[in-house]
C-alpha cells in the first residue's frame, strides 16, 4: 500500500514557540492531504484539509491562524502550531488521499506527531 | 449528515476466539466503508475497504468484514484472535468522489480491543 511518512514522531517544546510537523506521501502524488487532533482514548477529530496550491479548508472551530498549513507539493504538507501552549499537547495524525487509478480514493495516514509543550 | 457509531467502547476476547466489532452508518446513499487499526502511539492502518460489488470483504491480517445495507451495517470480523491483534480499531465512512469533490472521512469513536493469554 501507499506510505506516509510524517516527522517528527515525537516534539517537546517550550511554552510560546512554533513547531512544524512534515507529512510526505511517499510513492504517490496526494492533491490532497488531512490533518487530525486525537485526544487520549478518543476518535480523530479532522481540524483541515490541505490541498495543493491552494488555502487550507479548516474545519469550525479551529483556529487558522495558529495552525497554519501549507501544502506546496503534490508529496508535503505542513502543519505549524504557532505560538504553541500546554493546551496544544495533543496527537497530529496526518493523511494523504491516493486517487488511484479508478478514482477510488482512500486516506493513508501517518504514523502520527506526539507534541508536548511544556 | 453522515455519521458512524461504534457501539462498543471496550471488548475483551481471549486468544484464538472469534471476534466481531460493531459498525453502523448514516447516510443516504452507499458510502464508502473503511477499518482501521491504530496501535498504541501510532497511526492508523488500513484493514479493508467496501466500494461496491461483494459485501463480504477481505482485508489483511485474516480480517473480514460484510456490508449489510438493510442494517445499515458494516462489522469488523475475525475467526481466531491473536494477542497481536490487542488495538484500536475504527470504523469510517466516506461519500463517493463525485465531480472531483473533496471529501471527508467521518470516524466512529473507535473500539479498544483487548486480548487475554
Known amino acids: 500500500g501507499a506510505v506516509v511518512s510524517q516527522h517528527p514522531s515525537w516534539v517537546i517544546c517550550k511554552s510560546g514557540t512554533s513547531v512544524k510537523i512534515e507529512c510526505r506521501s511517499l510513492?504517490?502524488?496526494?492533491?490532497?492531504m488531512f490533518w487530525y487532533r486525537q485526544f487520549p482514548k478518543q476518535s480523530l477529530m479532522l481540524m483541515a484539509t490541505?490541498?495543493?496550491?491552494?488555502?487550507?479548508?479548516?474545519e469550525q472551530g479551529v483556529e487558522k491562524d495558529k495552525f497554519l498549513i501549507n501544502h506546496a507539493s503534490l508529496t508535503l504538507s505542513t502543519l505549524t502550531v504557532t505560538s504553541a501552549h500546554p493546551e496544544d499537547s495533543s496527537f497530529y495524525i496526518c493523511?494523504?488521499?491516493?486517487?488511484?487509478?479508478?478514482?477510488?480514493?482512500?486516506?493513508?495516514f501517518g504514523a502520527g506527531t506526539r507534541l508536548s509543550v511544556l | 449528515a453522515q455519521s458512524v457509531t461504534q457501539p462498543d467502547i471496550h471488548i475483551t476476547v481471549s486468544e484464538g476466539a472469534s471476534l466481531e466489532l460493531r459498525c453502523n452508518y448514516s447516510?443516504?446513499?452507499?458510502?464508502?466503508l473503511f477499518w482501521y487499526v491504530q496501535s498504541p502511539g501510532q497511526g492508523l492502518q488500513l484493514l479493508l475497504k467496501y466500494f461496491s460489488g461483494d459485501t463480504l470483504v477481505q482485508g489483511i491480517k485474516g480480517f473480514e468484514a460484510e456490508f449489510k445495507r438493510s442494517q445499515s451495517s458494516f462489522n469488523l470480523r475475525k475467526p481466531s484472535v491473536h494477542w497481536s491483534d490487542a488495538a484500536e480499531y475504527f470504523c469510517a465512512v466516506d461519500s463517493p468522489n463525485y465531480g472531483g469533490a473533496t471529501n471527508k472521512l467521518i470516524f466512529g469513536t473507535g473500539t479498544l480491543l483487548a486480548v487475554q493469554p
Open positions: 493523511s494523504a488521499r491516493d486517487p488511484g487509478g479508478t478514482g477510488q480514493n482512500i486516506q493513508y
Open positions: 510513492d504517490f502524488q496526494a492533491t490532497t
Open positions: 490541505s490541498n495543493e496550491g491552494s488555502k487550507a479548508t479548516y
Open positions: 447516510y443516504g446513499a452507499t458510502p464508502y
